[in-house]
């Protein structure tokens, strides 16, 4: 059997946030009031949000636990605090890890004078122990791995020129999700905001249409 590829438009994800309070959500998975039980999570991930925050605007302290979030900030600076005491400003190109374990608070803002915009993703980690962690990687480079070994899966920012072709690994579980430009995959084109869900992949690739950026996660059955 070959792989299986599952197609979301960006059209398609859930709306969420508060745009009278200048917060703007996409929720590609099942979230909140949105609640689909065949799309509460595609191996370890559970969520990846796409975030709009005007300046000024921002989350209030909220509580997480059990989960691992890793957030790729696109365009402006996030204002990070959390109950470890931690406070960090998180730019574009930017990648932030924080780490629940059995729970940690924190608050996320857009301190600065021009609009946030930023992809946030929960993964289910494969235990519940342990304390919560925080780290971030400045200027994440092109294709570099960023493992969660917390939740068995691994990152890469894949940054194609038009024309460019990205192989995708041969694992359990693909999720590619454009945050510029555009790609194909089989005979699907993906705009800004869609992704593609690959199961079983094998021998497939990316082919950049136009100059992108693409956040491509791997993830294996044993989690």
């Avoid at 609640?35 to 991930?45: E, H, V």
């Avoid at 109950?83 to 998180?90: I, L, Q, W």
């Avoid at 690739?205 to 996660?217: H, I, K, P």
Wanted: glycine fraction near 12%; proline fraction near 7%.
């Amino acid at each position: 059997m070959g792989p299986v590829i599952r197609i979301q438009r960006a059209a398609g994800r859930y709306p969420g946030g508060d745009p009278a309070a200048g917060i703007g959500t996409r929720h590609a998975f099942s979230f909140g009031p949105h609640y689909d039980p065949d799309n509460l999570r595609f191996g370890s991930l559970i969520a990846c949000n796409e975030e709009r925050l005007a300046p000024g605007a921002g989350f209030d302290e909220h509580p997480h636990r059990h989960t691992e979030i890793v957030t790729w900030v696109v365009e402006g600076e996030l204002t990070h605090r959390d109950s470890t005491g931690r406070a960090t400003a998180v730019r574009a190109g930017d990648l932030q890890h924080l780490s629940a374990a059995a729970g940690v608070r924190h608050v996320e803002r857009n301190d600065a004078d021009v609009p946030l915009v930023f992809v946030q993703m929960w993964l289910a980690p494969l235990s519940f122990d342990g304390e919560p962690s925080y780290g971030v990687v400045r200027g994440l480079g092109d294709a570099a791995p960023y493992e969660v070994a917390a939740a068995g899966a691994t990152l890469r920012v894949h940054r194609p020129a038009k024309g460019g072709r990205v192989p995708l690994p041969d694992v359990d579980f693909v999720y590619a999700h454009v945050v510029r430009g555009t790609v194909r995959v089989g005979d699907e084109e993906l705009a800004p905001g869609d992704a593609a869900r690959v199961t079983d992949a094998k021998g497939l690739a990316l082919l950049a249409t136009r100059d992108a950026e693409v956040l491509v996660w791997e993830m294996r059955r044993a989690f």
